[in-house]
Every structure is written in C-alpha cells, then in structure tokens.
C-alpha cells in the first residue's frame, strides 16, 4: 500500500522537461527549414543536435509516462495510457498527452525508416510534430498540476512563445515579408499571452489540501482474515478518495474473545507522509483509530464499510479529523 512521492516528481519534472525539449526541437526543426539558416554551422552538426534532441524528447515522454503509471496519487490503469478518452482524471487533456505521445512513436518509426520511405512522404509526415506540440501544450497546461504557478506559466509561455514566433518568422520569409521579426514577435506574444491567460482562467488549477488534519473521503478496499487455533490476524487495506487522497492500513492481532494488539497507518498522497498509529475501537464494519504524523500533530480516524459479498468493498466512508 506504500506509495513513493518520487513517482509524482519523476511524473511532473519528466513531463516538462519533455515539452521543453520538444519545444526546442520544432524550433531548431522550423529554423532550419530555412536555406540561409545556421550558415556558420555545418548542417551534419545542426542535424545532430536535431536527431539527439528528439531522442532526449522520447527518453523523457518514455519516463513521464512510466512514473504515472506507477504512481498511486492517481488511478491511472494501463488502458488509460493508452487509449485516448478513457481517464477518470480530466479525460480531455490526457487524451491530448496520450495522442501526443502515440504521433511522437510514429514519427520515430518513420525517422528509422527514414531511407527506405519516399522523400516526399517523410517531410509530410514531419509537419505531425506540429500536431505534436500542439496537443504536448494544450496536455501540459490542461492536466498538469503546476499549470497555474508562475514559474510553470513562465516556461511554457517561453516555449510555447519561441515556436509561434519560429513558425511566423518562416511564414513570413516565405511569403517574402522584410523583416520577419515584427510578424514573428507578435506572434510568439500573443501565444505566451494565451498560456497565461489558460494557465489563470479557465484552467486554473484549484488544489487539494496538503496533508490535510480534516476530511471526508470515500472508501475501497479489502479485508483480509488469517485465524488460527490461537491467534488470527484481522487486516484491512483501502484507499481513501476525495478532499485528501489517503492509502489506509489497519492491522489486528485477535486472541479468541479479545484483541491482542493493533496497527494502524495512513499514508497520504503525493506527500508520502505517513501517519502512524493504533486501533482504538472495532466493530464489524468499522473501526476507529488514532494516529500522529511525524509533525507531531495527531489524526482521529474512523472508517466504516457496508457488508459485501467477498473480502472487497466499494462503498465505504472515511472521515478524519484532528
């Protein structure tokens, strides 16, 4: 039942260092589009820093990707990652990571087989790093966690800044604007300034308590009966979700008659503090506990089940408070 907060750091920290990378790709990428781009570069140098750069892009997206679901802070299960639209947890903009992810797979397939496939075909295919980007960014400041602290709405309205204004700097060299820089700030401006205003707005985060003293949550877990001829021990394992996402643990030592001895833990998610202490009272489908955090401040718990079939059930109650 132990979860590891690293998990969550690896998650968040794997994920935006991602997105910057990726970032930095499709900017070096729509650069050298240009013919007169990097002409004091050798353009086998600038290809490698192009080609290493998108490796450290799937590295990252691979270890995002890995720490999520290994994380119990959320239910992520293994269809979720995969199958667009099907997260408990803001399905919109986790559906946009995992496409992102997916397109970024397809696009190392074809870079592999880069030699074999029609020239024509692979510079098309190469424009799906825009879709990339695009659902990269809208994943991040939709989904993440830190999507309303300023230092997370600096560096994305940084990248996502420098793309646009990339983009418009080649549009306009195209189209023959001189000079392309007025049209290439304005751009890259304005989608800093959307970030923002996403990140402030409408997506603003809202969080949860931090290691909250007080709160109600719903309850799921197991009991499980080991009895012997003279002892048995009685054990109960749950998760808690709602204000305080909770991992739960409750432990009985029974003699025929009387309980011998009790434990009782309560982690809470993603800070892995654990809250440890005894049983102070069961009946059948409840139990209440008390235990003290390493602060020194003290927890009361109860929690109460309904009667189920086998040793699982879902419609528990978890009430704690200090």
């Given at each position: 039942m132990i979860s590891n907060p690293i998990d969550w750091y690896a998650a968040r920290g794997a994920g935006i260092l991602a997105y910057v990378v990726l970032s930095f790709v499709v900017v070096l990428g729509t650069t050298m589009a240009g013919k007169?781009?990097?002409?004091?570069?050798?353009?086998?140098?600038?290809?490698?820093?192009?080609?290493?750069?998108?490796?450290?892009?799937?590295?990252?997206?691979?270890?995002?990707?890995?720490?999520?679901?290994?994380?119990?802070?959320?239910p992520f299960s293994l269809t979720s990652l995969v199958v667009p639209l099907t997260s408990v947890y803001r399905p919109l903009w986790i559906a946009l990571g995992v496409i992102a992810a997916e397109l970024l797979l397809a696009l190392a397939i074809t870079n592999h087989y880069r030699r074999r496939l029609p020239y024509?075909?692979?510079?098309?295919?190469?424009?799906?790093?825009?879709?990339?980007?695009?659902?990269?960014?809208?994943?991040?400041?939709?989904?993440?966690?830190?999507?309303?602290?300023?230092?997370?709405?600096?560096?994305?309205?940084?990248?996502?800044?420098?793309v646009v204004a990339a983009v418009a700097a080649s549009v306009a060299r195209?189209?023959?604007?001189?000079?392309?820089?007025?049209?290439?700030?304005?751009?890259?401006?304005?989608?800093?300034?959307?970030?923002?205003?996403?990140?402030?707005?409408p997506l603003r985060f809202h969080p949860k308590p931090w290691n909250a003293e007080t709160f109600n949550d719903a309850l799921k877990g197991r009991v499980l009966r080991d009895l012997g001829v003279t002892r048995g021990i009685v054990s109960m394992a749950g998760i808690g979700v709602g204000d305080q996402r909770v991992l739960v643990r409750a432990d009985l030592l029974i003699q025929p008659q009387q309980i011998e001895d009790t434990s009782f833990q309560m982690e809470f998610l993603p800070s892995g503090m654990l809250c440890l202490g005894t049983v102070t009272h069961v009946e059948a489908f409840s139990f209440n506990a008390r235990c003290r955090a390493p602060d020194g401040t003290q927890r009361i718990v109860v929690a109460s089940w309904t009667r189920a079939t086998g040793p699982e059930f879902t419609n528990g109650t978890l009430r704690v408070h200090a």
């Open positions: 007169k781009a990097f002409k004091r570069w050798p353009k086998f140098a600038v290809e490698d820093v192009h080609r290493f750069s998108g490796l450290l892009v799937g590295t990252f997206v691979s270890i995002h990707i890995v720490a999520v679901a290994i994380d119990s802070y959320l024509s075909f692979w510079r098309t295919a190469h424009y799906v790093n825009f879709v990339v980007w695009v659902a990269a960014t809208l994943h991040g400041v939709g989904s993440g966690t830190d999507r309303s602290s300023p230092w997370f709405l600096a560096l994305y309205g940084i990248a996502a800044g420098a195209r189209r023959l604007l001189r000079p392309a820089w007025p049209a290439a700030l304005a751009a890259g401006a304005v989608a800093s300034a959307l970030v923002f205003s996403l990140g402030l707005g």
